[in-house]
């Protein structure tokens, strides 16, 4: 079974406009992601999932000059997106992040997908934030192709083809489910980039670090340790039909 990292990104943000390709640290908030993945041991099929507007050929610059593949596709039917970046690549179990988390762990993702191979057959959907645990910008979703492609011809409405998992996330009953829990509730602290204060925050946060190479445990300690470095604690986290 071929595991597959993809990432979907695009310039075109509503709340922030550009926001994947802002200054950060020595490069771009995507630029960032990308090389933190690189510590992933299934970093070798990692794909951005981009749209074909003129705007994002500044997202496929930016994977490019990393090393990573690009796919262009719909830009908000991401169903379709991931459906046929999957299939291109053949991938066999995706991987889907968003490119608005830069500080994403890969021990978390390694250990998730670890367990996801482990339990190949019994398990279908895999996350870490339908009942947050975990940080918001920790954010893993996994699942299998064919599972994507049942979802493909269930869902109709636009929210749930944009944001590919609400069917799923409302009616888990129905498939082979489970949910990877953080040891502590870390749910109040928001590391994803949908603002001006979410990116200000997420900059002084990486200023504590030497190298792109910390991991999840490290940021949160670093945050108990410095708690005025938060300064988005109010930004209202945008629901699937907003």
Do not use: W
């Not at 490019?64 to 262009?72: A, I, L």
């Not at 269930?154 to 949910?179: A, D, G, M, Q, S």
């Not at 990486?206 to 949160?220: Q, R």
């Amino acid at each position: 079974m071929k595991v597959g990292i993809l990432i979907q990104a695009r310039m075109g943000s509503t709340r922030l406009p550009g926001k994947i390709a802002l200054p950060f640290g020595d490069t771009t908030i995507l630029g960032f992601m990308l090389e933190r993945l690189k510590f992933s041991k299934f970093q070798e099929n990692v794909v951005v999932l981009t749209t074909e507007e003129n705007i994002d050929d500044k997202t496929e610059e930016i994977a490019k000059k990393n090393r990573v593949s690009v796919f262009r596709g719909s830009t908000n039917d991401l169903i379709q997106r991931y459906l046929k970046a999957a299939k291109r690549h053949n991938i066999d179990i995706i991987v889907r992040l968003t490119g608005d988390c830069p500080l994403i762990d890969s021990k978390i993702i390694d250990s998730m997908v670890n367990f996801f191979l482990y339990n190949e057959g019994r398990v279908e959907f895999f996350t870490n934030c339908f009942q947050r645990t975990f940080a918001r910008g920790m954010d893993v979703e996994i699942f299998t192709l064919l599972l994507l492609e049942k979802l493909d011809s269930i869902c109709r409405l636009p929210y749930e083809r944009e944001h590919i998992v609400p069917y799923v996330e409302e009616n888990t009953e129905k498939f082979k489910f489970f949910e990877y829990p953080n040891e502590r509730d870390d749910s109040k602290y928001r590391l994803t980039i949908d603002t001006i204060e979410d990116y200000e925050t997420l900059k002084s946060c990486i200023t504590y670090f030497s190298s792109k190479e910390f991991s999840y445990n490290d940021l949160v300690q670093m945050i108990e340790q410095n708690p005025s470095i938060i300064r988005n604690q109010t930004v209202h986290h945008k629901a699937y039909t907003e």
